[in-house]
């Protein structure tokens, strides 16, 4: 029964195999998936576009500078006195009989065309100076943030890779532990045969060869998650099943002052940025009380006939204007900005002491996941020898089944341990560089 198991695991095992090898198997490096990450990624192209939409409203503001200029070109047809008699004087046309009261009050029909141009200056405007300085800070704020995602995005695909190095150790370490569960199956089938061990010992060494089987092929899919995963970072097509072509080795300890966090990290400098903007636009709304003085000035052409000028005016002038009152609009929004201000202020404290508190709780991790990496290494190298012990004695018949196996499975279990220990080490010391990172 238990062999017939064996077999159906078997034929499992291929076909799942099989399926893995029907799709397309890419090798990949880690500076690969770093590079497309950084420009393919979805959440960067996202990140990039909002830094585009705050450098645009920065840009509208030089609307506080620059002039506003429009032209435009008009044709009436009237007999109303007043328009009537008004063009006729911008056309420069006006006659002594133009005078008679009767022609005054009852005008022929009169035709004009005009071509106007139109100009309006800002001189002084303090408030759209300080909505300008708002802008623009936050159009800062916006492009630091847009690093920090991408300084995420960094750390994100190194883990990604990370574990798809750890699925891919995990075959192989299960692989192994199967070619020396079968090879133990077969000095027990001999065994067995030759009447020196019992029945249920046999059964105890297939019981282990099925466990073995039904691991590795849960870790064979794994491999397929951990593939899906980098496809997704990269935002490439998630039919490729990727291995790395980097092995998975213990990276070299961080030291010094990298271990500081810094208030210039991108995102911290982004939360201070916001804060500023927030200052900016009270102070604007403060300034909304004061006058704003604007030059203006137009350019005109006229003429009874289509496309034509024979006449020409002009105008210019300066306002001085004062929105004196807007009932308790402009205290409530003033009101509104200020207390806008004080949230973004008390956020970036928060912020600030949160991020300090992560560094110091990764140090610790980072701490012991070293220490773990070093007991788990010399767990391995007593497994290993345990094995080696026992398994030599089993075939010389001087050893209980349950021991090898037991030491069989201590092993696997250890070379598992140690790579994950492995993983969670460099892990550390990427999150640990994400934090302090300049």
């Known amino acids: 029964m238990i062999k017939q198991h064996i077999h159906i695991l078997t034929f ?6 099989g399926h893995i090898h029907a799709q397309e198997v890419k090798t990949i490096s880690k500076s690969e998936v770093l590079t497309k990450v950084a420009s393919q990624n979805l959440s960067a192209k996202i990140s990039e576009q909002e830094y585009n939409q705050a450098k645009a409203d920065y840009q509208q503001t030089n609307a506080v500078f620059l002039p506003n200029i429009t032209a435009s ?65 936050k159009m800062n704020a916006m492009q630091l943030k847009s690093i920090r995602t991408q300084e995420y995005l960094t750390l994100e695909a190194t883990k990604s890779y990370m574990e798809l190095q750890l699925v891919y150790k995990a075959v192989e370490v299960l692989e192994k532990a199967l070619e020396a569960a079968q ?54 097509d998630d039919s490729l099943i990727f291995k790395p072509s980097d092995s998975l080795f213990v990276s070299e300890v ?81 009101q509104k900005s200020k207390a806008e201000y004080n949230k973004a202020s008390l956020e970036y404290t928060q912020y600030l002491s949160k991020s300090k508190l992560e560094l110091n709780k990764a140090q610790r991790m980072l701490s012991d996941a070293e220490n773990n990496l070093k007991l788990n290494e010399l767990s391995l190298e007593q497994a290993k020898e345990a094995l080696r012990i026992r398994t030599n004695r089993f075939k010389e018949g001087l050893e209980k089944t349950a021991d090898v196996l037991t030491a069989e499975t201590s092993f696997a279990q250890k070379q598992l341990d140690y790579y994950q220990a492995v993983f969670s080490f460099n892990y550390a010391q990427a999150y640990l560089q994400f934090l302090t990172t300049k």
């Open 183 to 236: 090879a133990n199956l077969k000095v027990a089938n001999n065994s067995y045969k030759n009447g020196y061990l019992q029945k249920a010992d046999l059964l105890s060494v297939e019981i282990r060869v099925n466990e073995i089987y039904n691991q590795l092929l849960q870790a064979k899919s794994e491999i397929s998650n951990a593939s899906n995963y980098v496809s997704y970072i990269m935002n490439e």
């Open 73 to 137: 070109y008009t044709g009436i047809v009237t007999n109303n006195p007043l328009m009537a008699f008004g063009s006729k004087l911008n056309q420069e046309v006006l006659t002594a009989q133009d005078f008679d009261p009767s022609r005054l009050n009852d005008p022929d029909r009169v035709q004009n065309f005009t071509t106007k141009f139109e100009i309006q200056q800002p001189l002084l405007n303090l408030d759209g100076m300080f909505q300008r300085k708002a802008a623009k800070t």
């Open 254 to 334: 961080i030291v010094g002052e990298s271990l500081i966090l810094s208030e210039e990290r991108s995102d911290l400098k982004a939360m201070q940025l916001a804060s500023e903007a927030y200052n900016s636009i009270y102070k604007a709304d403060k300034y909304s009380f004061l006058p704003r003085l604007n030059a203006f000035g137009s350019y005109e052409l006229y003429d009874d006939k289509f496309l034509q000028a024979d006449a020409n005016g002009y105008l210019v002038g300066a306002q001085l204007s004062w929105n004196i009152l807007e009932g308790t609009k402009r205290f409530g929004k003033a």
């Open 12 to 17: 499992c095992f291929g076909l799942f195999t």
